[in-house]
Structures are given as structure tokens and as C-alpha cells.
């Protein structure tokens, strides 16, 4: 897949430009996942393998004036469902290097000690009953320059020295160059 960097526009002298970060950014890291399990799947049915599903959260819904309408997402982005019975639940978050220099700060949703870490929650509640879970970090500079997939247990998101962040050290040892991959042994390792 060709990756496309975001257009630039001349700046006034002395100004430096905004950090790449948003929902446009994540609308476009889970697009990059997406195609990566589509190439996995393309790979499994060349080989004669089961392929894997990849199903998309259905979104919540709620009665508003006598309407059942949609008001939200779900709780994780994916499941990606496996042969012989596996699957992994995940959420792909992304954030650009240039907001994030030294640490990646955790959106609300996956911190456990704030009412809005749902998310999080959400996967550590699907841990307890044996699923598996696990977040899809990329990170933006020119290009998806960095990726970890990480675990989420039943105690919560991999420790860190912060509830609110965790540095680029700490998150080395999850780092990967294939997350559809990483996501895929999670998953497999779970069932040994």
C-alpha cells in the first residue's frame, strides 16, 4: 500500500509547523490495518489456508424519539477472527512523533483510573474471560515509522512508570514491523 505524506504549505518565517495528530490520522492508521489483514487473507487463501475474518465493531445504539439510532462505536475498533475458534479484539490508536517526542500520552479511553477508560476496561473484561485484546499503536512520521501492538490482560495496559503515558523505552519490547502478525500470535499463544 503507498503511503501519501500530508500535503505542506509554506510557513510564515519563524513559525513551526502544527504536530500531524487527530482523527485523520487514526481514521487513516486503521485503514493501513484493514489492508494489512486484507493481504493476510490474500496470503491464506493463495496458500490453501484458512483465511482470517476481520469484522468491524458494531456501532451502539440508542432510542431517540421512538428511533433506534446509531450514537457511538464500540468498544474496540476490530475483531479479527482466526481458524480453529481464535480471535483477537483490538483497538487501533495513532499518534504523530512530532506531538509525541519522548512519551505517547494515552488517550482517555485506555487509562483505567478515569470514568472515560472504557476501552481499556473493555479489554481487560474480555481478558478475564479468556479473549484476547490488545491495542494497535502506530506512530506517524513521515510514514508509520514505528508500531507496537500491545497486550491488554486482565490487569490492564503493559506497566509503565505513569498511568497517564508510557515512554518509547517502555514500550520497545512490543514494538513490530507486521502487527496483523503480532496480533496473530497473541491470539495463538493465548490457546497453548
Known amino acids: 500500500m503507498t503511503q501519501r505524506a500530508p500535503t505542506s504549505y509554506p510557513l510564515l518565517p519563524g513559525a513551526r509547523p502544527a504536530p500531524i495528530d487527530?482523527?485523520?490520522?487514526?481514521a487513516s492508521w486503521e485503514a493501513w490495518l484493514d489492508a494489512a489483514v486484507g493481504v493476510e487473507i490474500s496470503r491464506a487463501q493463495l496458500t490453501r489456508f484458512p483465511a482470517p475474518m476481520l469484522q468491524a465493531t458494531q456501532p451502539i445504539y440508542h432510542q431517540r424519539g421512538g428511533y433506534?439510532?446509531?450514537?457511538g462505536k464500540g468498544w474496540l475498533d476490530r475483531v479479527l477472527y482466526l481458524p480453529q475458534g481464535r480471535?483477537?479484539?483490538?483497538?487501533a490508536k495513532a499518534c504523530a512523533l512530532s506531538a509525541h517526542p519522548r512519551r505517547w500520552a494515552l488517550p482517555q479511553a485506555l487509562r483505567a483510573d478515569l470514568p472515560a477508560g472504557h476501552q481499556v476496561r473493555r479489554g481487560m473484561d474480555l481478558a478475564r474471560i479468556g479473549h484476547v485484546a490488545a491495542i494497535a499503536l502506530g506512530v506517524w512520521d513521515q510514514g508509520w515509522s514505528r508500531i507496537y501492538v500491545l497486550?491488554?490482560?486482565?490487569?490492564g495496559l503493559p506497566p509503565g512508570e505513569s498511568t497517564a503515558s508510557r515512554?518509547?523505552?517502555e514500550l520497545a519490547p512490543y514494538?513490530?514491523?507486521a502487527p496483523i502478525t503480532a496480533l496473530?500470535?497473541?491470539?495463538c499463544a493465548a490457546t497453548r
Request: cysteine-free.
Open 22 to 26: 487527530g482523527d485523520a490520522l487514526g
Open 68 to 71: 433506534w439510532l446509531p450514537t
Open 87 to 91: 480471535a483477537v479484539h483490538y483497538d
Open 151 to 155: 497486550p491488554v490482560t486482565a490487569e
Open 167 to 169: 515512554t518509547w523505552e
Open 175 to 177: 514494538a513490530t514491523r
Open 184 to 187: 496473530i500470535d497473541l491470539a
